[in-house]
């Protein structure tokens, strides 16, 4: 790796850990590859424990979510299909949304964006 592009990845790395909003990245076979420490908190677990997880035992599942986009996404269709998930450990809500990245035609990665569902929404 050249001494740019670490620098660019340790820049992103040290962004995306100052955001509130949980960031997930995983292949396309729902391992997962990084996570941000707002997901540490949110999850109540390590980022170095949940590095080879698939991503929906992170959610208590055996197997991928029932509403996953992740596979049934078209290259240049709509990709930030917003749904909802719980945190098992935390019971924090969130507004989960996958943003799929491809590489010559072919799924690579997946970026998970969640984020928490203020408690206080709607409310004066």
């Known amino acids: 790796m050249e001494k740019s592009e670490i620098y660019t990845e340790k820049l992103m790395n040290m962004i995306l850990d100052a ?3 949980i ?3 995983h292949d396309s076979e729902h391992t997962i590859i990084w996570m941000n420490r707002a997901g540490e908190r949110a999850f ?9 997880q698939k991503c929906f035992v992170l ?3 055996t197997t991928s979510c029932d509403d996953c986009t ?3 996404v078209n290259i240049g ?3 930030n299909k917003v749904r909802r998930r ?5 019971d924090i809500e969130c507004d989960c949304s996958t943003i799929p990245y491809y590489e010559n035609g ?4 997946v970026v998970q964006h969640l984020r928490p569902v203020c408690a206080c929404s709607g409310k004066d």
């Not at 109540?44 to 080879?52: L, N, P, R």
């Not at 719980?86 to 935390?90: D, E, H, L, S």
């Open 106 to 109: 072919r799924l690579e990665l």
């Open 44 to 52: 109540g677990t390590s980022v170095e424990k949940v590095i080879g």
């Open 59 to 61: 959610f208590g599942n």
């Open 23 to 25: 960031i997930i990245i």
């Open 86 to 90: 719980i945190i098992p450990k935390t």
């Open 77 to 79: 269709g709509p990709t």
């Open 19 to 21: 955001v509130d909003d």
């Open 70 to 72: 992740v596979g049934t």
